[in-house]
């Protein structure tokens, strides 16, 4: 009995504790239940959130769920599901601005903060987010802040990630430091990026900052203005460092020697960081790390040269490598065939050569090829189709030769990028697919220019679903446009330079708000058409007649409008002033006429006006320079009258002005050199301007082209035009130098008279020096300071009233390839030094006063038209068939005529002074004695009749004699 009571005590224990238990268990989870719930955040905390956001601006509501009790269900923030504190906050791209409120600080468990991509407008980074103890992640980037990085930072020592990087291209000023001291206090940081900042100051201690941070994992320090890196370290903490990004810094240094013992590294990022070496030192060094763990090498924009050795192939890992903008040399590197893992690899502007070799074709997981820009010739190789993982395929600015054909492209069917945009010079390169080929890819983009494609419009084109960018230049395409063309979704359409014919629709709405379309120098005839959406069009170098449509001013989305070098007529439509987005105008070389336009005012981001080679008449209206975004305005070889009208003052920021060959008067005012700072080009030739060259010209210091030829100037040359910088020193003038062809901008040209011709200039105008005076009144000498011209090009002085000598160091500009000091009144020998300028190849010193040898070494030697030289008597020497010996002979001659013309000059001078002195000597004294005036009168009277009655008996005696004999006949 009692062990059965003892049992059911035992039971009912047992079920009373499983009951407890399962009591508890269901406890826990209501509480967890519960807390997940979480009825609402802390008042505190709400309230801090709250005054954050006043101090705020949110122009796109971003905030605008910040209402209610429980700030937890916020947009942006999250709390903690046991405590109901905030921790994150994570407010990036939501256009914020304004000031960023204290209130912030009773956040107290705050450990994720993230701002970033939003536009604080240049406040500093206030000092108090140094106090979150917690903060764990840190996100400032692209946020236009500025001033100085706050060192309160450094309290973070629980900080693991923090981003400070800044936009390159914000209009608000980049976040400096002046030391990076306060790093160290961030033990815990693993990810650090201040790409953008200014560390200028730092540059001493930057590396002995960021040694301190043993856990660090990535370091970006791009953009930075970093100039002193240190070739070494003693030892390097930097033991689980995976990412180094030290690009886009001015280094200046040879490949630093203590990257290759941290062995962690997957990513190197040393892109533009100007540094300089052998290459083969670059790879060996790597290598001897045994850094197999390498996986993107990215070095490009460098100064690296020489042949790149068998050691890149060591880095088995190697998945992406970039060597781009380097000097390579050398056929393809052989040690790339090992880098099987390879994914892409670009080699873009170096000076590899020879034949893409056919190895390429095991290069399997290859997605991105870029050999563009190189020295590589030879057929492109059939093993490039095994390629199966190529999106990416870029084979421009080489000189390929033979055909590339369906077979190349066989398997390539994940390719979307294709470009073979070879030199015009060379067009030994040709595509060869049949009619009705269907291609295995589906392009997103093909750039095909200066090679041989077909005669027919290539159909296959139409097969390509997902194509937005067509590039076809400059191909041999004879015909017709296919109505299918128009039907595709397409952003860049350019089809410029072939054979295409025919009328383009009328009327045409693409879908896309931004399209370029691309057909200038073609065929095509007809009126111009009306094609909405259009962001970029260019029309230019066709046929197409009649005046520019009335309506014009309804393509609403126009930025660029070029329909220059057709036959269009009329005058230019009023409707033009509604293009409110209008950046560039080129209407040049056709047959307007008429006024200018006086309403565009409106328009207020033109930035380039071409209405040059037309009939135009009338000034130039006021509103040309409203507003200053203008620097090209180019209205030459038009009927333009009037003087230069003060507007133009406020165009300070033109780059060009080009005004010649029109009718302009009055004099060249001052403030184009006081107003307008930034001019390179200017072109006033061929007017009816008066004056003096104004001083205020040298004050230009951009200035590389100068051109006053044909007007009625006068006065002297000014002294201070050899303190033009732009030509005395290369390197202080920043130009585009690139040859490079490009959209959505405009490309000027320029007709200038050079080696005595007219030619018209135009993808090598950024790099023309001239000056041209010539045909003026023009008077005074030569100054030397010109001679401090080192780089100009041309100097034509031709057809004034120049006299003197020849400046003596005129030697010192180099740059001279055309001199022409012909039909002026320069005197003294040819100045020796002249010899000296070895890129001379045009000269012209004929119809002056020059005398003495003409030199025969160096540039000399070639100058064998003697009428460079010819009408200066006293020069001699080849080519002149005058020599030293001859000249002496006629100078003798010369003497003896001299004396002959001076013994008749003296006679002469007496008759001149004896007629003058013997009259007065007879008339005076007749007019002061009267006694003798009367004797003289006297005299005079008994002649006169003495001589009438000599003459009347004679011809009386004579007349009877003829009578006489008359008779006896």
């Known amino acids: 009995m009692a062990s059965w009571k003892t049992t059911l005590l035992l039971l009912t224990l047992f079920l009373l504790s499983l009951f407890l238990e399962l009591l508890l268990a269901q406890a826990t989870i209501i509480n967890s239940i519960d807390g997940g719930m979480n009825k609402g955040c802390i008042e505190v905390e709400r309230k801090a959130l709250l005054e954050f956001k006043n101090g705020l601006k949110e122009p796109s509501r971003t905030l605008s769920s910040w209402v209610g009790a429980d700030c937890c269900k916020w947009k942006g923030v999250d709390c903690n599901n046991q405590t109901g504190h905030v921790v994150k906050v994570d407010l990036k791209y939501g256009g914020l601005g304004g000031e960023i409120s204290d209130s912030l600080l009773d956040l107290k468990h705050l450990n994720y903060l993230d701002l970033s991509f939003n536009d604080f407008q240049g406040i500093p980074i206030p000092n108090f987010l140094g106090s979150f103890e917690r903060l764990r992640y840190l996100n400032l980037s692209h946020a236009a802040f500025g001033g100085m990085i706050p060192p309160h930072l450094g309290n973070l020592s629980q900080l693991c990630y923090l981003d400070l990087s800044g936009d390159y291209y914000s209009r608000a000023p980049l976040m400096r430091v002046h030391n990076l001291n306060w790093l160290s206090g961030l033990s815990s940081l693993k990810y650090l990026d201040l790409g953008n900042v200014n560390l200028s100051k730092a540059t001493t201690n930057w590396m002995q900052a960021v040694n301190m941070l043993p856990f660090l994992l990535e370091l970006h320090l791009s953009h930075c203005e970093l100039g002193d890196f240190p070739h070494s370290i003693s030892f390097v903490n930097l033991t689980s460092l995976l990412v180094i990004d030290l690009s886009h810094n001015n280094l200046s240094t040879t490949f630093p020697g203590w990257l290759f013992n941290i062995s962690t590294l997957t990513d190197l990022y040393l892109n533009d960081a100007s540094i300089g070496s052998e290459g083969i030192e670059l790879v060996n060094g790597l290598s001897t790390c045994a850094n197999n763990s390498l996986e993107r090498l990215h070095l490009g924009g460098n100064r690296f040269g020489g042949q790149l050795p068998d050691s890149l192939g060591l880095f088995k890992n190697l998945k992406s490598l970039d060597l781009s903008y380097n000097s390579f040399v050398g056929p393809f590197p052989n040690s790339i065939q090992h880098l099987t893992n390879l994914e892409s690899l670009n080699l873009r502007e170096n000076s590899i050569s ?132 128009w039907k595709l979704y397409f952003l860049w359409l350019d089809l410029s330079r072939n054979q295409l014919y025919g009328k383009l629709p009328n009327s045409l709405s693409f879908s896309p708000a931004s399209v370029l379309v691309d057909l200038s120098f073609n065929r095509l005839v007809g009126r111009l058409p009306l094609w909405f959406n259009a962001t970029w069009l260019f029309l230019g170098n066709n046929s197409f007649s ?53 309403n565009w005012s409106d328009l207020q981001h033109l930035d380039t006006i071409d209405l040059s080679k037309n009939k135009l008449s009338g000034g130039i209206p006021s509103w040309m320079c409203s507003k200053s975004s203008l620097t090209q305005l180019i209205l030459g070889d038009n009927n333009l009258t009037g003087e230069l009208t003060p507007s133009l003052q406020n165009c300070t920021g033109l780059s060009s002005l080009d005004l010649g060959n029109n009718r302009f008067s009055g004099e060249i005012p001052k403030w184009i050199g006081e107003r307008m700072p930034s001019l390179e080009q200017m072109r006033l030739r061929g007017n009816m301007l008066t004056g003096d060259i104004p001083e205020q010209l040298c004050w230009l210091s951009h200035l590389h082209i100068l051109d006053l030829a044909v007007n009625n100037l006068s006065g002297f040359i000014p002294q201070c035009l050899g303190n033009l910088t732009a030509l005395s020193f290369v390197a202080l003038l920043n130009r585009n130098f690139d040859n490079l062809e490009s959209h959505g901008s405009y490309s000027e040209s320029m007709e200038l008279v050079v080696k005595g011709q007219n030619m018209e200039f135009d993808s090598i105008l950024p790099i023309l020096n001239l000056i041209d005076l010539s045909s003026n009144n023009i008077w005074g000498e030569i100054p030397k300071e010109i001679t401090n011209l080192s780089t100009l090009g041309a100097l034509n002085l031709s057809r004034n009233q120049l006299t003197g000598k020849i400046p003596e160091k005129i030697g010192a500009m180099q740059g001279l390839e055309t001199l022409d000091l012909s039909w002026n009144c320069l005197s003294g020998p040819i100045p020796p ?82 007629f003058p002195v013997g009259f007065w000597a007879v008339c005076g004294s007749l007019a002061l004695k009267k006694s003798w005036r009367q004797a003289y009168f006297r005299f005079i009277d008994e002649t006169r009749d003495r001589l009438y009655v000599f003459t009347a008996v004679n011809v009386a005696r004579l007349k009877r004699k003829m009578e006489t004999n008359g008779v006896h006949r």
């Open 833 to 914: 030094s002249t010899s000296s300028i070895t890129s001379l190849n045009h000269l012209n010193l004929s119809h002056n006063r020059l005398s003495g040898p003409i030199p025969t070494t160096n540039q000399f030697s070639t100058f064998n038209d003697p009428s460079i030289y010819e009408a200066n008597p006293g020069l001699y020497g080849p080519p002149l068939s005058t020599n030293c010996s001859t000249l002496n002979d006629q100078d003798h001659k010369d003497e003896e005529e001299d004396e002959g013309e001076w013994d008749m000059s003296w006679f002469f001078i007496s008759m001149g002074l004896g």
């Open 546 to 598: 009649g005046p520019i449509p009335l309506n014009i001013g309804d393509l609403s989305s126009l930025e660029v409008l070029d329909v220059s070098s057709n036959l269009l007529n009329g005058s230019i439509p009023s409707s033009m002033s509604k293009l409110k987005d209008l950046r560039v105008i080129d209407l040049s070389n056709n047959q307007l006429s008429g006024k200018i336009p006086k």
């Open 354 to 485: 020879g034949p893409i070799p056919t190895w390429i074709g095991n290069l399997l997981r290859m997605k991105r090829l870029d050999l563009s820009n190189n020295l590589m010739n030879g057929t492109i190789p059939k093993s490039i189709g095994q390629l199966r993982e190529l999106t990416v395929l870029y084979l421009n600015w080489n000189s390929w030769e033979g055909v590339m054909s369906e077979i190349h492209f066989s398997n390539l069917t994940k390719l979307e990028y294709f470009s073979s945009h070879l030199s015009p010079t060379k067009q030994s390169f040709r595509f060869h697919v049949r009619p009705e080929w269907i291609p295995p890819f589906s392009l997103m983009s093909i750039d095909i220019s200066n090679c041989n494609v077909s005669l027919k419009f290539p159909n296959w084109i139409r097969t390509q679903k997902r194509l937005h960018f067509i590039t076809l230049k400059n191909v041999g395409i004879s015909d017709t446009i296919p109505e299918w063309l």
